[in-house]
T-cell receptor, first 113, second 109 residues
Framework: IAGITQAPTSQILAAGRRMTLRCTQD?????MYWYRQDLGLGLRLIHY???????GKGEVPDGYSVSRANTDDFPLTLASAVPSQTSVYFC????????????FGPGTRLTVL | GQNIDQPTEMTATEGAIVQINCTYQTSGFNGLFWYQQHAGEAPTFLSY??LDGLEEKGRFSSFLSRSKGYSYLLLKELQMKDSASYLC??????????WGAGTKLIIKP
């Protein structure tokens, strides 16, 4: 692994189903983030974690949950998917670099029908 | 509320110079970032400004005026591969990034 990986790359999901998006980083970054990106809108923060064992709510947390059991993994769960959750989801991490800039995974394209 | 404004789309010619502006109103300021995002890909870090002035990095430069809530990204000697979206983001008082919607830059030969 080099950097951040996300799985799956894309997914089509029926409304009402449960779905977990996976995110793993190997940079030993303390902070991790989940964003969604929709056309015409900026990246919007869903949830974040400043360090393993802690999580916080971002701008649009409703309908999503996260956990941070260890430094490397930060899964995002949609308990009961709805069509408005159709989006591209990016996981990011930061920590240690000069400006504490965020590094992004390749994204998961999710379609909820 | 917090707000970041940037033009939706810009067009420029290969070899030319283009300036992408960003204005912001945020609760606190702990730095401004520019990211590049090619279609279908993840954003990648370009530049960071926390003090007023110009930061130069090769063909790319970024300027910040904190008193005006204003930044720009300057791209010189444009190449076709510079066709992408450019995202402005401000780190607020809670150390979270607030993102603009991005500027889609189209480079024409």
């Amino acid at each position: 692994i080099a950097g951040i990986t996300q799985a799956p790359t894309s997914q089509i999901l029926a409304a009402g189903r449960r779905m977990t998006l996976r995110c793993t980083q190997d940079m030993r970054h303390n902070a991790m983030y989940w964003y969604r990106q929709d056309l015409g809108l900026g990246l919007r923060l869903i949830h974040y974690s400043n360090t393993a064992g802690t999580t916080g709510k971002g701008e649009v947390p409703d309908g999503y949950s996260v956990s941070r059991a260890n430094t490397d993994d930060f899964p995002l769960t949609l308990a009961s998917a709805v069509p408005s959750q159709t989006s591209v989801y990016f996981c990011a991490s930061s920590g240690g670099e000069t400006h504490n800039e965020q590094f992004f995974g390749p994204g998961t394209r999710l379609t909820v029908l | 509320g917090q707000n970041i404004d940037q033009p939706t789309e810009m067009t420029a010619t290969e070899g030319a110079i283009v300036q992408i502006n960003c204005t912001y109103q945020t609760s606190g300021f702990n730095g401004l970032f520019w990211y590049q995002q090619h279609a279908g890909e993840a954003p990648t870090f370009l530049s960071y400004n926390v003090l007023d002035g110009l930061e130069e990095k090769g063909r790319f430069s970024s300027f910040l005026s904190r008193s005006k809530g204003y930044s720009y990204l300057l791209l010189k000697e444009l190449q076709m591969k510079d066709s992408a979206s450019y995202l402005c983001a401000v780190r607020d008082s809670n150390y979270q990034l607030i993102w603009g919607a991005g500027t889609k830059l189209i480079i024409k030969p």
